[in-house]
Nanobody
Framework: VQLQAFGGGSVQAGGSHGLSCAYSGDTFRGYALGWFRRVLGKEREFVAA????????YYANFAKGRFTISPDNYKNTVNLQMDSLKPEDTAVYYC?????????WGQGTEVTVSS
């Protein structure tokens, strides 16, 4: 099983940026697909999650109204669209897949938001 995150980069505050996570090695049926992030000096925190069917989205409070998570089951990706970015969104973002008894992580991809 492999999760690989793409799309890190730099963006100015107020701008938008998208991340993508490609998953392979399993059907991921029944999984929750999500994104977490680690801000420098802080613990990794939940950002957003969705079930593999694209139903039942969940967002951290800071992400509500600004971030959108969406799966693409044809491409086997889960995407995170981030709008109205703030400097405090600067972090390493990780994708995640959780099954009933297993959990997988992708490598992080860094997003820097400059003021």
């Amino acid at each position: 099983v492999q999760l690989q995150a793409f799309g890190g980069g730099s963006v100015q505050a107020g701008g938008s940026h998208g991340l993508s996570c490609a998953y392979s090695g399993d059907t991921f049926r029944g999984y929750a697909l999500g994104w977490f992030r680690r801000v420098l000096g802080k613990e990794r925190e939940f950002v957003a999650a969705i079930n593999w069917r694209g139903e039942g989205t969940y967002y951290a409070n800071f992400a509500k109204g600004r971030f959108t998570i969406s799966p693409d089951n044809y491409k086997n990706t889960v995407n995170l669209q981030m709008d109205s970015l703030k400097p405090e969104d600067t972090a390493v973002y990780y994708c995640n897949a959780q099954g009933d008894s297993v959990e997988y992580w992708g490598q992080g991809t860094e997003v820097t938001v400059s003021s």
